[in-house]
């Protein structure tokens, strides 16, 4: 086994095929560990790591958390609302003073894109980035290809559609580089207000009927509808965009054949997909939270090794 | 580089033979007993005996195990590489289980060390026992010995003793190399 190219986890821009293969192998053992009767491991206990949120994440976080735990690493938690960023602090002064802690890994969520990259530049520490604004969620990417992966065997060469709102998705843009870099077709498919112009530029196909997107795909993600990032109207109503762009039953079952269904959550219920569609069993929503812990394990264990 | 040949194939299969019988003399017909091959070269080991047991002395009931012990190692961080993970396969609680560790060469010790705790992870096993086909003199880091032991070698530090086997090279052999 070799060794991450990286340093930080900025986004999967910045890692290649075999960095994402390792990730994956090491994943699959920390899977069969996060099922045994006791769950942790020895292997960062003298790693200390800060979860830095900046932006408001419940899963994200505790996932990080739990895989951090189970890695038996030190954590210290941190959220932008009870902070000192709320009187003024710089984001470098905060992870300065956090680092002047002997803190050895940080995880940060962050709202403006690039957020990552900036303190990887200025500080001493491997960062690991949580989703930077509309820019990467590496991690949310990573585990969507391992459960494509898990599920159907391979990626490579799978068709790969991303619904709903791509123009404020990280989750969106680290996908799209993340399976484009193992060899699958993805298409991105919602109304032409969310699909960003300039898009086609990665390789990617765009489709504004869904019963065609699903019809050609394997697997369709599907997002949620970013409301909190939008200041102006993109659709004319939630209720059309889910007549249009909502996954159902009836529309799964009209297919000629079976596809895997996917959502980084959290859901909007009835909006991006039904209740019957999320609880299903081509959906495979509760496997990517199970696989989430494993992935976020293997990148944290292959960072901390780096540090010397 | 030197390459001595400590024990033949031949040589081998009696050692194997004659642990597989002191195996027996303790643990009757392994009711309560777990093999756990520790990965990646005790797993050898553990499947040869396995075969024995099973086909020369007619224990029907044998359950076995392979452990990786990676994630549990005390030298994370400390080499350059990027410590390389197995596969652990075991399908069944260790608790109240006499528990036989197999390993291909007792050396430091600190592998057994690592085991002992990931062991943990799948129960309390009422005990451990520790079955090494070559045991190196003199070189403990710990204050672990094996119960049951094949050959006993005296190597000096710098020297190197390999194990090989007919399933992944020539011929089965235990060589000391300098």
Redesign the interface.
């Known amino acids: 086994?070799?060794?991450?190219s990286v340093k930080h986890l900025l986004g999967i821009k910045y890692i290649n095929e075999k960095d994402i293969q390792l990730i994956f192998e090491?994943a699959?053992?920390f899977k069969?560990?996060i099922n045994?009767?006791?769950?942790?491991?020895?292997?960062?206990r003298?790693i200390t790591i800060a979860n830095l949120f900046f932006e408001n994440s419940t899963r994200t976080r505790l996932s990080f958390e739990l895989a951090e735990k189970r890695?038996s690493a030190d954590v210290v938690n941190f959220s932008a609302a009870s902070s000192s960023v709320k009187k003024g602090e710089t984001l470098i002064d905060t992870a300065n003073n956090i680092l002047a802690m002997k803190v050895d890994m940080i995880v940060m969520r962050h709202p403006n894109p690039g957020a990552g990259v900036f303190l990887s530049k200025h500080i001493d520490a491997s960062i690991v980035n949580a989703g930077d604004g509309a820019h990467e969620h590496p991690t949310q990417a990573l585990l969507d290809s391992y459960s494509i992966r898990e599920r159907l065997g391979d990626v490579a060469g799978k068709k790969v559609v991303i619904v709903g709102d791509i123009l404020h998705s990280r989750v969106a843009l680290s996908n799209i580089y993340a399976l484009k870099l193992q060899g699958a077709e993805v298409m991105v498919c919602g109304p032409k207000t969310l699909i960003p112009k300039y898009i086609g530029e990665l390789g990617v196909t765009i489709e504004t009927d869904l019963k065609k997107a699903l019809q050609w795909c394997d697997v369709a993600n599907m997002l949620r509808v970013q409301n909190e990032r939008m200041d102006i109207s993109y659709f004319p109503s939630t209720r059309e965009y889910s007549q249009q762009y909502g996954v159902t039953k009836q529309l799964l079952t009209s297919l000629n054949k079976e596809i895997v269904i996917m959502h980084p959550g959290p859901i909007n219920r009835g909006v991006e997909i039904t209740s019957e569609v999320a609880d299903s069993k081509q959906a495979i929503i509760l496997d990517q939270v199970e696989n989430g812990v494993a992935i976020r394990m293997a990148v944290m264990?292959?960072l901390?090794?780096?540090?010397? | 580089m030197s390459r001595k040949v400590l024990l033949n194939g031949k040589e081998i299969d009696i050692i194997l033979h004659r642990l597989a019988c002191q195996l027996i003399e303790n643990h009757d017909a392994f009711e309560n007993t777990v093999l756990i091959g520790l990965q990646p070269r005790g797993v050898f080991v553990a499947e040869r005996l396995k075969q024995i047991l099973i086909n020369d002395y007619g224990i029907s009931d044998l359950k076995m195990g392979f452990l990786?012990i990676?994630?549990?190692r005390d030298d994370?961080?400390r080499s350059d590489?990027?410590?390389?993970?197995?596969?652990?396969t075991i399908d069944f609680?260790v608790e109240e289980k006499r528990v036989v560790f197999i390993d291909d060469v007792l050396y430091t010790g600190r592998s057994i060390r690592a085991a002992l705790?990931?062991i943990?992870?799948?129960?309390r096993p009422l005990e451990v026992e520790l079955l090494t086909l070559i045991d190196r003199r003199f070189s403990r880091h710990l204050p672990i010995q094996p119960n049951y032991r094949g050959r006993q070698v005296d190597a000096i530090n710098k020297e190197r003793v390999e194990v090989s086997w007919g399933e992944n090279s020539a011929e089965d052999a235990v060589y000391l190399i300098n």
Request: no cysteine; proline share 4%; charged share 30%.
């Open positions: 086994m070799s060794e991450l090491t699959d053992h069969e560990i045994r009767p006791i769950k942790k491991v020895p292997s960062l003298d890695l264990y292959l901390a090794s780096k540090i010397k | 990786d990676t994630f549990f994370f961080r590489k990027t410590l390389e993970a197995n596969k652990t609680v705790t990931a943990q992870s799948f129960g």
